[in-house]
Each structure stands twice: as structure tokens, then as C-alpha cells.
DNA sequence: ATAAAATAGTTGCAACACACAACTACTTCT
DNA sequence: AGAAGTAGTTGTGTGTTGCAACTATTTTAT
């Protein structure tokens, strides 16, 4: 049962690590004066330009009831804009005003400054052997 | 600017990882008949064998306030024993009741069956190159 | 063409999760 | 003995979430 080990291994270093992520998300939070899932979807909606309701939540794996409160959140916080698509007025185009996109970009530049900090903590010639493993561990999670 | 890019490949993959994660433990959840936060408790607590409160409230990273109330719900629920320490009654001893330790074997069972699903998954000549890489990580991330 | 089914989104509801601040009850320090 | 410190609980307010019921619109089927 040597696998049995192993794998236990694998449970515990992915919950250390789960922690470590949390703790960076809880004070990352702080900084951009908005809410934990309002900074989930801000992201999501930066990078997608313009989407749907539906697809944000999809997206970020929530019911959509719950996504439309938060966007309606963004929305009266000015960083988020919010119109009916005229092909299909079932829709709405949901994209981020200007205010929302320094915020967005905001929080893209701290991200990504904390993991350059992350991986230039790590030695040179074990770079590519960590993206290689987390891509070879993300499909066997399938 | 190489390790930018790395940076962020890094950043978009750890992304994933917490999504697959954050999906994987909502299913977990609709097992044991406990609430997210109280299935952590179950296991910090079947861990430790015997904890303080705010010991509990650290290793997981809450307020104390926050555990108290959870702890509350699991002694409702009788997963939980709280009882006041003889050696210094400002503290409480919380363990797991009986029925609390057959959910956390439970929980531990369907966690460990399930990693080493993933961990099968994995090439056998990439396995230890993975474990690796999580602990360099962890240590980075420090 | 029109009624029925499907789809996108919103709102009412109820429960959970969480932190801060104020409190009680103990113990230790001086 | 009194002051300071520590463990835990309770009051209060905010944010997150899903389900179910609803409206508005579009598509499908008769």
C-alpha cells in the first residue's frame, strides 16, 4: 500500500498549499476595497471584455441568482456596467466601466507582483518541472 | 521580462488547481451532512484528538468568535464534546463524540480514496518529480 | 399564427460564514 | 490583593450562497 501513502501525502501538501492561498487571498482582499466575490467576478469580467450573466456564473460556479446580486453590487459601486443586449433582450452585457478597470488592473499587477515574488523564490532548475508537474497533476484531477 | 511570463503561467495554473479544489471540496460537502466550515473543524479536530479553541481557530485560520459558533453546531449536532479543562478552567477540551469520529473517518475515507484516484493518474515516473515540486513550492510561497 | 416550451435574469427567502467589539470567567504577575 | 493577561462567548453587522418562484423574452411545435 505504498500508494496509499503517497497519495495521502499528496491530500496533505495540496491542504497546506490550499491554506497558504487562502491566507494570500484574505489580504489581498483588503487592498482593492472590494469583496471577495466581487474581486472573483471583476476578474473574470476583465478578462472577458463583455459577457453574460450566465456565463460569469458558469464561470466562477455559482448560481446565478447569487451572480446577479454581485454584479448588481459592482454595479452600484460604479465599476461595473450593466445593458441589455439588443440581438436578445433575455441578455445583458455585463463589462467594466472606467473605475472598474483600474481596479481590475489593480488587482492584476499585485497578482501577478506576488507570484514573480513567489517564482523567483524559486531555484532556477526546478522552474520548469513546477509548471510541468501542476499541468500533468491539473488533468489527473480531470 | 521571461519570468514574468513564467509568473503568470504560474499564477493562471494555480488558478485552476484552486478552482478544481474549490469544486471538488462542494461536492465533498453534500456527503457528510455537515456544513463546509464544520467539515474542516471535523477534521482539525479528529487530527488533534484534543484541542483548545484557539488552537482550532488558528490551524484554520479564524477568528475565535467564528470557531466558538461553529463548535456550537457541531456539539448540537453531537459530533462534538466540549468540556471545561480541570488543569485551567479558561480553557475547553473539544474532541469528537463517537458518531463526530465516524463522519471524520468517513471524510477521511471518501479524501484519501479520492487522491489516490488522482494520484494513479499520474505517471509513475512523475510522481516524486510532483511531490517535489509542491514542497519547493510551499516554501516559496514561505 | 399561436400556444407551449425553453432561456436569461431578478427577487424573496433562509441559512451559513465571518470579523470586530464588548463582555464574563478564570489565571498569573507584581 | 489588585492589575494585567488569556480563553472563550455573545451581540451586531456584513457578505455569500442556493433554491424556488417570478418576469420578460425568444424559440419550437402544432
Redesign the pocket.
Known amino acids: 500500500m505504498e500508494d496509499g501513502v503517497s497519495a495521502k501525502e499528496l491530500r496533505e501538501i495540496i491542504r497546506q498549499l490550499e491554506r497558504k492561498l487562502g491566507i494570500l487571498e ?1 489580504n489581498e482582499m483588503g487592498c482593492c476595497g472590494v ?4 474581486c472573483h467576478a471583476i476578474v473574470e469580467i476583465g478578462r472577458g471584455k463583455k459577457v ?4 460569469l ?1 458558469d464561470s466562477l ?13 459592482l454595479v452600484n459601486n460604479g465599476l461595473v456596467q ?1 445593458e441589455l443586449d439588443p ?6 452585457t455585463i463589462q467594466l466601466t472606467e473605475s472598474g478597470k483600474k481596479v481590475f488592473q489593480h488587482i492584476e499587477e499585485t497578482m501577478n507582483n506576488y507570484f514573480l515574488g513567489v517564482w523567483e523564490r524559486i531555484p532556477t532548475d526546478k522552474r520548469a518541472q513546477i509548471l510541468e508537474s501542476f499541468q500533468i497533476l491539473l488533468t489527473a484531477f480531470q
Open positions: 484574505k469583496s471577495f466575490a466581487q453574460s450573466l450566465n456565463l456564473a460556479g455559482l448560481d446565478s441568482s447569487t451572480m446577479s446580486r454581485t454584479v448588481n453590487n450593466r440581438e436578445d433582450r433575455r441578455y445583458v
